[in-house]
DNA sequence: ATAGTGAATGAATGATTGTTCATTCATTGA
DNA sequence: TCAATGAATGAACAATCATTCATTCACTAT
């Protein structure tokens, strides 16, 4: 009777592909975190995989479509992360509200290395038409959501202001924050950060504010 | 007797060291807006320039010295820029946050050019100390005076917020806003963001609020 | 065992990059 | 008018880059 199979060994050198792009993605975001965008090579992110140079081309056929696709795979998480907390939040809009803010400061959506990957992406926006498309429409359903949310909060609250203003405010200022966090993080935690941003959506909807 | 020599001929081969610097700066940040900064060479600039391809070694000795004094020139300009108007507004606590919150969406400053300057130094502020120290020192002047002014504006209306916590969220905001009008210009003018940026300020601090 | 399959390698290639420097040329003082 | 000065040029260079592909090697089915 042959060993089971299910206990693979402790080194294969062959992958499933999924496995092997979730690996040269997760490697291009530790490049881009630690040499910037502009100094990521085939090279470095080979290297920060431990795999061979040519393997990036065999995956992904060019390095711009690694790229593309590292830039698809932080965005797909983080609407992963906020759909799912949009669900297990409590009834009301306005604690819905609440959970959606808190996912910008999650622990799987605010580690350094991804925040520094936003940022790179955003950097290049300008002229890299794929990168804007991206971000943009990520944004724009994420922004439709907490509109939705801001208009029932206003209805019930009977607030003076516009859902959309709050809205946007909101998702602006969660973003300055990250900068913060980058730039420095010694000075601006995640908690920190968090409390700001809460202090802002209690400071509009004082009725609802919990705390 | 010789012409007056106060006149220059409309096509001067040689400037002064000032101007070329001035006009390689102003062509790289033209050159970072079109390519983005990991496509902006030594060619992308001097082409913008409509000079020839040794001239930023001449004035600037490497590439990397251009992008810094680049980030430097816009950095500065922005606290010039604010500077003056804290000086110009009006003697109130309250003016003076308003007025330096209106720098963020001046002609001056907001210009979808130099926005992705901004953002294209920050994309790459985690992996540049350079970058990083001109960007962070810069954000901490300003949000010290902010900070300042705001503690004035709790003292003198006796609000129930943390000044801190206003300046930086302030700060943030302008600067998510920013990103908002680099990527979808269409959808967020600079009057726009400065309406959500100021309804922020009247909504934390409503007994100040002018209109 | 063994042949067959395809994942992974890494040296080689051509294109692109930043930098250098001998040369050109506009400007100025005599 | 004519040297003298130094700003500007652009061809040449070495280094670095993304990409290719013949080869190697691990795994699976027979």
Redesign the interface.
């Given at each position: 009777m042959s060993q089971t199979v299910t206990k693979p060994r402790a080194k294969r050198r062959t992958a499933s592909k999924q496995q092997r792009q979730a690996q040269l993605i997760k490697a291009t975001i530790r490049s881009i975190?630690?040499?910037?965008?502009?100094?990521t090579t085939m090279a470095t992110v080979s290297s920060e995989a431990s795999l061979s140079q040519g393997i990036i081309n065999l995956h992904f056929q060019s390095k711009e479509r690694l790229l593309e696709e590292t830039l698809i795979h932080v965005v797909s998480e983080y609407r992963s992360v906020w759909c799912k907390a949009m669900d297990s939040a409590g009834d009301s809009a306005y604690e819905k509200l609440e959970a959606l803010a808190a996912v910008d400061f999650d622990k799987r959506i605010c580690q350094?290395n991804k925040?520094?990957v936003w940022?790179?992406?955003?950097?290049?926006?300008?002229?890299?038409l794929t990168y804007?498309k991206i971000?943009?429409e990520s944004?724009r359903e994420y922004r439709d959501v907490l509109t939705g949310l801001c208009e029932e909060v206003i209805r019930q609250g009977g607030y003076k202001?516009?859902a959309g203003?709050v809205a946007?405010?909101l998702?602006?200022?969660?973003?300055?924050?990250w900068?913060?966090m980058?730039?420095?993080p010694a000075e601006?935690s995640a908690q920190q950060a968090q409390?700001?941003?809460l202090?802002?959506l209690w400071?509009?909807f004082p009725a609802h504010a919990s705390s």
């Open positions: 975190a630690k040499h910037g965008l502009s100094e350094r925040l520094a940022f790179a992406f955003w950097g290049e926006s300008r002229s890299r804007r971000c943009t944004s202001v516009r203003h946007t405010g998702l602006a200022m969660n973003g300055g924050l900068l913060d980058l730039l420095s601006m409390e700001i941003s202090s802002y400071g509009v």
